[in-house]
C-alpha cells in the first residue's frame, strides 16, 4: 500500500518535471528557430541551449519538424495546455455572441492576438516548407486546419446574419482563410508599421463589409 501511496504522489511530480523540461526545450527552439533559421538550427544544438541531452528533445518532442510544429502550436494557443483554440474562453465567449457584427468584432481581436504570438515562427515554417519534406506535409496541414475554423466561423456567422447575395458558404470560408493569414499580419504590422489596434480595426471592418449583409436589419 505505501509504495502504491508513494508512486501516486510521485507520477504529479514526474509529470511537472516533464512539462518543464518541454516547455524548457521549445522555449530554447523557438528562439534558435526565429534567429537562425529552420535549416541552420541543429537538434544538438536545441538540446545544449535547453540544458539537456539530444536524447531527452526527442523523447519529449521528438525530431526537428516536431520540434517547430509545437513551437507553431504552442504561439497560436498562446500555452502548452492540450486544448484547442475554439475551447477556449474567448472563441466561446464569441460564439455565444447574438449580435454578428460584436461576433466579428471579437474575432478580430483573437485574431490580432494570434498574429502578434505567432507571425514570427509562421514565417520560419513558411520557409522551412521548402526545404523540408516533413515540414512541407505539416504546412499543408496547417493551411487545411485554417481553412476548417475558417468554414466552422462561416457557418456560425451566418446562423447569425445573412451573407450578401452571390457569397456562398465556401467563398466566405474563403475570404476568412486569406485573411486569417498570419502572413497578413506580418506584413502590415512588422513589415508596414501598423500598430496592431489599426490591423484589428481593418480586419474588423473587411470582414464585416465582405461578409455581413448591410441591406438586413
Known sequence: MTDDVNGAEAWPRRRARASATRAKILAAANELFLRDGYVSTTMPTIADVAGVSRATVFNSVGGKADVLRACYD??????????????????????????????????????TAIGARVSPIY????????????VRVMWAQIQDERHFGATRFAEMLTAKSPRPDGVSINEAADIIWVLIDNSLYHRLVIDRSWSPDRFQRWFATTLSAHLLDHQSP
Open 123 to 134: 514565417e520560419v515554417f513558411r520557409a522551412a516548407a521548402g526545404a523540408d519534406p516533413q
Open 74 to 111: 504552442i504561439a497560436i494557443v498562446g500555452d502548452d495546455t492540450p486544448l484547442p483554440i475554439y475551447a477556449r474562453q474567448e472563441m466561446q465567449a464569441m460564439f455565444a455572441e447574438p449580435d454578428p457584427r460584436v461576433t466579428i468584432a471579437r474575432y478580430a481581436a483573437v485574431i
